[in-house]
């Protein structure tokens, strides 16, 4: 809800894409992350390694997240971004004898792969879900490794349709010029006219 300078209200519709919106929202994000930079985010990531409950020494350790043995079979992957943002969140992975599970698709193509690749390094079972909690970007946007690796994404119902409806406003459409039609991986490159 807004207050327009004549006194009366006017409802804010998030799904409209104007200047209005774009400031607000930009605003809210800007605020946010001008709090998260006051985070003591190394002193958090060293409170995590004291935990009794969790490994002393690290399994993998990149800077931008370690993984650590936190049960029998249960990993947790715990993200610095102090270091960089390639996981930004937290996940992990459970391994039974038979199968196993990962957790989170992470930021980027590359989060998702380390968490695979440190599962790996535990063991070979057959992956049979990659599950996302929730459809934030910072969960979702490396599911697309699990995708070209095979492993089905699990999540909430909803969660691909919120993907796609919380990054963009329903009134928005991408230009799509005729050559963006084509398949972009292409054995000839092609330009646009």
Same mark, same amino acid.
Do not use: E, Y
């Given at each position: 809800m807004?207050?327009?300078?004549?006194?009366?209200?006017?409802?804010?519709?998030?799904?409209?894409f104007s200047r209005r919106s774009f400031i607000t929202?930009?605003?809210c994000f800007g605020a946010f992350y001008a709090l998260a930079?006051?985070?003591p985010l190394p002193a958090l990531a060293e409170t995590v390694g004291q935990d009794s409950r969790v490994s002393s020494s690290p399994l993998v350790d990149k800077g931008f997240a370690s993984v650590r043995k936190v049960g029998d079979g249960l990993y947790a992957t715990i993200s610095d971004p102090s270091k960089g943002t390639t996981t930004y969140c937290n996940g @992990?992975? +459970?391994?039974?004898?038979?199968a196993a599970l990962l957790i989170e698709g992470y930021s980027t193509v590359a989060g998702a792969s380390f968490q695979m690749d440190a599962l790996r390094s535990v063991s070979k079972v057959p992956v049979? @879900?990659? +599950?996302d909690t929730h459809y934030h970007y910072d969960h979702s946007m490396g599911n697309a490794f699990y995708?070209?690796?095979?492993?089905p994404l699990w999540a909430h119902a909803s969660a691909a349709q919120r993907i796609v409806s919380r990054s963009l406003p329903d009134?928005?459409?991408?230009?799509?010029?005729?050559?963006w039609r084509y398949p972009i991986i292409r054995s000839t490159p092609r330009s646009c006219p």
């Open positions: 807004t207050v327009r300078a004549d006194g009366t209200h006017q409802a804010f519709n998030r799904n409209v929202q930009a605003s930079k006051t985070i @992990g992975f +459970l391994v039974g004898k038979d049979k @879900g990659a +599950l995708g070209a690796s095979g492993v009134s928005f459409s991408w230009p799509t010029p005729a050559c």
